[in-house]
């Protein structure tokens, strides 16, 4: 039996569980048996451009669909006008601003690239051409696309192959051959000594997999017949190392660097796909990869009423790329993922050539409010899906995932249209030994820089960097909705015990509801950052919190002792304070300090209005 039942099921809700499951039903599977040889591979090769991510039949289609569609229509109109602008814009130069990437000029010539090219193909204007081989043959003419960051060379060589292609017959001859040369001198070839000696990022599992294995895929394909052995030997193994990323998505569809690294590792996985769907005629099944169908609903899910993510790790907590869900809603036919695409996403050249009508927002589509991902761990409760609603998530899942903070237990918390408990994000990554040793001297990235519990602070990590935490218990009721999380692991050097429950009581307040047992008495504190200004009740076991002229209020219902008090978002005095890092002063932490605990149920409740309501604290194994 299902550990994690949903314990009641309304027909809306079936009918979700239902739409979302057929779609992955007969999926066939990706076997690297199935996969073609080099040679094979590239006899599969359209022979004619444009061939990457849309033909010359699908411009003409967007052409006329531009006209009878008012969302394209708008949508044309600002990337017209953005191309326009890139006119004139500066050309890109051979710099790297924090001395290691070249990321940025990379990031700025692709988005030019689509918006200059498609621009061209729809209106025939020769200005956005002109303007686009200036762009090219200025990058073409660089020392190199920065290797040693390989992700501004997949970046940069994404943005040569949609102009080489898209554009193939508008270019002259001699043209063709610097963009051609570009492409497979400075970004092809680089990647070859990667894939023949595994490399770390062909046999990563994170973003770096996707991104560059997309970029080199687009590459290959848009010069597979003019190089067909290099091409061969780098779509075959392209095809054979992302699996090893994109099985990260199973079972649900989550990823665990984050809703911001999801966007970015799903953008290039959603590319690599189309471009080889477009190009070869298949997929080789990889679409089919467990989680991959579910993945549209992801961002979904982590996005609070407010419009921020549950931007957990690293991740950012606004999603900047959603065009790869336009291409998820078609391959697997869900109209909610287009819906939040439109709803959240803004116009870009990328998004009108997957971009197809008709849309359904959640609540039509019958999606429960509540969800748990399994293998991330991560759970989000709301009390409805409008913009005002309630919406609680909740951490768990493995210290040691790419871009990860020591914030397990961690939650964030809308309501009223505003983000009251927020994630920091992440710190400059140019820090010393940001990514190494220092990783964890920096508060942002520190248990006492999230919303979540410090047990004996010092000058250590304050929870077990090697820890992985799960959520325990789940529950998704019309009036109730709970996840409740282990946390054992990430204080197992402090507390033989440690549980952390979220509830959305009746669809209208929070609790926060955390259990410690330790052997010894732990110097515990509880911890919520926000930017809301704080007032404190006399008793110090209420508080409001005030912002854009709304308010919302804590209750801290027990331990009766406990005191509610207002901290700089800054480290404890026995804690690490490195040099360089952000100082948080738009944000301040409520905390509650506890010292000398060994056992204690700690409950702080939320909610939107002041009335006083019995509520009763109830063991968590009783949730």
């Not at 739409?19 to 199935?34: D, H, I, K």
Request: hydrophobic fraction near 40%; aromatic fraction near 10%.
């Amino acid at each position: 039996m299902d550990r994690f039942p949903i314990r009641f099921c309304s027909p809306a809700v079936c009918l979700g569980f239902f739409l979302l499951s057929v779609t992955s039903a007969a999926e066939p599977v990706f076997t690297p048996e199935n996969v073609p040889l080099a040679a094979e591979l590239i006899q599969k090769l359209v022979p004619t451009h444009p061939r990457l991510l849309i033909d010359q039949d699908a411009f003409e289609r967007l052409a006329r669909q531009i006209q009878s569609d008012p969302t394209l229509r708008q949508w044309d109109a600002a990337v017209r006008k953005e191309a326009d602008a890139l006119v004139s814009a500066p050309l890109p130069r051979h710099v790297l601003p924090d001395g290691k990437r070249l990321l940025s000029t990379s990031r700025t010539v692709l988005d030019r690239a689509y918006t200059l090219a498609l621009m061209y193909r729809l209106h025939g204007d020769r200005k956005h051409a002109d303007r686009l081989f200036k762009e090219l043959e200025t990058v073409a003419a660089f020392p190199d696309f920065n290797p040693a960051h390989f992700l501004d060379t997949a970046e940069m060589t994404h943005a040569l192959a949609i102009a080489y292609d898209w554009l193939h017959d508008t270019w002259t001859e001699s043209q063709r051959a610097t963009i051609r040369r570009a492409i497979i001198e400075m970004g092809l070839r680089p990647s070859l000594e990667v894939y023949r000696k595994k490399g770390w990022w062909a046999q990563s599992e994170h973003n770096w997999n996707q991104v560059c294995n997309g970029g080199m895929t687009l590459g290959a394909l848009a010069i597979g017949d003019e190089e067909p052995e290099l091409a061969g030997e780098i779509l075959r193994s392209a095809i054979l190392s992302v699996p090893l990323a994109m099985r990260s998505y199973g079972p649900d569809g989550a990823w665990g660097e984050g809703p911001g690294y999801w966007g970015y590792a799903t953008q290039y996985n959603v590319a690599m796909l189309a471009a080889l769907q477009s190009a070869l005629g298949t997929d080789f099944a990889l679409s089919g990869i467990p989680g991959f169908s579910q993945t549209g609903l992801f961002p979904i899910y982590t996005t609070g009423p407010s419009g921020r993510t549950f931007n957990f790790s690293d991740s950012g907590d606004r999603l900047s790329r959603m065009e790869s869900l336009f291409w998820l809603a078609e391959r697997f036919q869900q109209p909610v993922f287009r819906w939040f695409a439109i709803t959240y996403g803004k116009p870009s050249a990328a998004a009108m050539i997957f971009y197809r009508p008709g849309s359904e927002d959640p609540a039509t589509a019958g999606l429960p409010l509540d969800k748990y991902w399994r293998g991330v761990e991560v759970a989000t409760l709301r009390s409805d899906w409008s913009d005002k609603a309630i919406y609680a998530g909740i951490q768990a899942g493995s210290n040691r995932v790419n871009h990860n903070h020591l914030d397990l237990g961690s939650f964030v918390l809308d309501a009223l249209g505003e983000r009251w408990a927020v994630d920091l994000g992440a710190d400059n990554y140019n820090l010393p030994g940001f990514f190494g040793k220092q990783r964890y001297t920096y508060y942002r990235l520190r248990g006492e820089g999230h919303n979540t519990l410090v047990l004996n602070p010092g000058n250590g990590p304050d929870q077990d960097p090697k820890a992985t935490a799960r959520i325990a218990r789940f529950g998704s009721e019309p009036a109730r909705a709970f996840a409740v999380a282990d946390l054992t692991p990430a204080y197992a050097q402090h507390a033989k015990r440690v549980e952390r429950g979220l509830a959305l009581l009746d669809r209208r307040r929070v609790l926060i509801q955390d259990e410690v047992d330790a052997d010894r008495p732990v110097d515990l504190w509880w911890f919520m950052h926000t930017s809301a200004k704080v007032q404190l009740a006399e008793d110090g076991q209420n508080a409001v919190l005030e912002q854009d002229g709304k308010r919302f209020f804590v209750r801290l219902l027990v331990p009766a002792e406990a005191r509610l008090e207002v901290r700089a978002a800054a480290p404890l005095p026995t804690s690490p304070d490195p040099d360089g890092q952000r100082v948080n002063r738009e944000y301040r932490k409520l905390t509650i300090h506890l010292p000398e605990t060994k056992s204690v149920r700690l409950a702080v409740l939320f909610q939107p209005t002041d009335e006083t309501i019995d509520v009763p604290v109830r063991p968590l194994q009783a949730w």
